[in-house]
């Protein structure tokens, strides 16, 4: 029987973005939704691997499958590493990126390009149904542009500069961004693991 894999999400464009990075394992890949697992879990690690890990053993207790959970968000230096795990809750879940970036090029207003160096940071855990853990974590340096730009992405990406391709990670096509991209390196790294552990 071929092995099954749950990855921790009810969003499906990051399952549509998994399932093309995990195309060649031979596993069976399920979202929350399609496994039957409904979960409220209190993300309230310090880091992205403990929130990975929190997520992936909560729901590793539901199932005998191979459980896969990730926790990411923006790292700015001037901001001493905020909203970092805070991301998604950074002003509150329900205020719009709009007002967060521009809350955040307002933080930043005046400071200069050296000093608005930040990152996008994925940490993915694997709960193996012989209760071991494994982590992989995949970053993407950038600054903090002076504007939003572009129209791609989600969340922080209008505001995330990559100075080496003159352009924000919401003007990247999405194959571009899966291949740069903080999820797309720590998936990359999280498969090889997997690949060992499969056989
Ligand atoms: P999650 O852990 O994947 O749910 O991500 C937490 C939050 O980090 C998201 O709600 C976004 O605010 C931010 N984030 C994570 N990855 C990205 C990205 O690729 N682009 C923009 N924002 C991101």
Request: cysteine-free.
């Given at each position: 029987m071929r092995q099954k894999i749950v990855f921790a999400t009810e969003n499906e464009g990051k399952m549509r973005e998994i399932r093309l990075i995990l195309k060649d394992l031979d596993v069976e890949l399920l979202s929350l939704r399609e496994a039957g697992i409904q979960a409220d879990i209190?993300?309230?690690?310090?880091?992205f691997e403990e929130n990975a890990a929190i997520k992936a053993r909560e729901i590793a207790r539901l199932t005998d499958a191979i459980v896969l959970a990730d926790d990411s968000g923006l790292e700015v230096d001037f901001l001493?590493?905020?909203?970092?795990?805070h991301s998604a809750r950074?002003?509150?879940?329900?205020?719009?990126y709009c007002i967060k970036n521009q809350h955040i090029l307002d933080l930043l207003k005046d400071v200069p390009k050296k000093q608005r160096t930040a990152r996008f940071v994925c940490a993915i855990a694997a709960a193996l149904p012989d209760k071991t853990l494994l982590t992989s974590r995949g970053t993407i340096e950038g600054i903090i542009g002076y504007e939003e730009r572009g129209e791609?992405?989600?969340?922080?990406d209008p505001i995330f500069f990559l100075p080496e391709y003159g352009c924000?990670?919401?003007?990247?096509?999405m194959e571009k961004k899966n291949e740069l991209s903080h999820r797309g390196k720590a998936l990359r790294s999280m498969k090889e693991k997997l690949e060992e552990y499969i056989g």
């Open positions: 209190v993300e309230d690690g310090k880091t001493g590493g905020e909203p970092g795990v950074y002003m509150g879940y329900d205020t719009s791609g992405g989600f969340g922080y924000s990670t919401a003007e990247l096509s």
